[in-house]
């Protein structure tokens, strides 16, 4: 006799993400962010000067141990925005973002400051 799956069983399956859809989640989530000018392209090393870093990998930086990800994003901020204040929304918004959409964890969202964005006329 024939040994049936139980209909209740459930297999397990592993979801490979790309480190390049993970940069992009947090690209997105960061943009939403009130406050937040632009993101800016990650600070030249050596893997980014022989272009192994292209598209959302230039802006965002993603590490990973054992699925738990590290993330590292460059920002403006707009003028009159309060640093931390907007800093702590876009940690918020791209932890969020990143383990709803791609069912991962994250240890660290680190955000850097490159530049703060005058729109205002100096008088």
Same mark, same amino acid.
């Given at each position: 006799m024939d040994k049936q799956p139980e209909k209740n069983s459930t297999v397990a399956t592993q979801l490979v993400i790309s480190d390049d859809v993970i940069a992009s989640i947090a690209m997105s989530a960061a943009k939403d962010i009130e406050g937040v000018g632009r993101l800016v392209q990650r600070p030249k090393d050596i893997r980014s000067i022989i272009k192994i870093f292209e598209g959302p990998l230039k802006y965002v930086e993603v %590490? $990973? *141990?054992d699925k738990v990800y590290n993330i590292k994003l460059y920002i403006t901020i707009k003028d009159g925005?309060?640093?931390? %204040?907007?800093? %702590?929304? /876009?940690q918020t918004a791209v932890k969020n973002a990143v383990q709803g959409m791609g069912g !991962?964890? /994250? $240890?660290?969202v *680190?955000? !850097?400051v490159a530049? /703060?964005?005058i729109t205002g006329k100096c008088t």
């Open positions: %590490s $990973s *141990n925005e309060k640093i931390p %204040s907007v800093v %702590s929304k /876009v !991962c964890v /994250v $240890s660290k *680190n955000v !850097c530049d /703060v964005e």
